[in-house]
């Protein structure tokens, strides 16, 4: 069975770092671009990051550049978002999912599958 689990969040004060992890069963993720979304209450899912395969090349979205980072360690198959200087606007549901096709194009959430359940990062002092 296919399945990616999103886990690492939690509550954090500005300014704090937290990692995120992604981890894949049924399936190797060291041969699939992954992409990372968050979604804030009463707001649509955004595209945050996405790590590619191959070259392993990464993009952000401009509102986290300098402070995120998205890495893979295929022998764990799982993928990680490197969360620093984080701000309230961070605050959301984050999740990951499989970019179909297979190459980090765009961040329209049609075109990714396979979602994790999320897990909440919370921003507050």
């Known amino acids: 069975q296919v399945q990616l689990l999103e886990s690492g969040g939690g509550l954090v004060q500005p300014g704090g770092s937290l990692r995120l992890s992604c981890a894949a069963s049924?399936?190797?993720?060291?041969?699939?671009?992954i992409g990372w979304f968050r979604q804030a209450p009463g707001k649509e899912r955004e595209g945050v990051s996405c790590i590619s395969t191959g070259d392993g090349r990464t993009y952000y979205v401009d509102s986290v550049k300098g402070r995120f980072t998205v890495s893979r360690d295929n022998a764990k198959n799982t993928v990680y978002l490197q969360m620093n200087s984080l701000k309230p606007d961070d605050t959301a549901v984050y999740y990951c999912?499989?970019?179909?096709?297979?190459?980090?194009?765009?961040?329209?959430?049609?075109?990714?599958?396979?979602w994790g359940q999320g897990t909440q990062v919370t921003v507050s002092s």
């Open positions: 999912a499989i970019a179909n096709p297979n190459y980090c194009g765009n961040y329209d959430p049609g075109q990714y599958n396979y």
């Open positions: 049924g399936f190797s993720l060291g041969y699939l671009a």
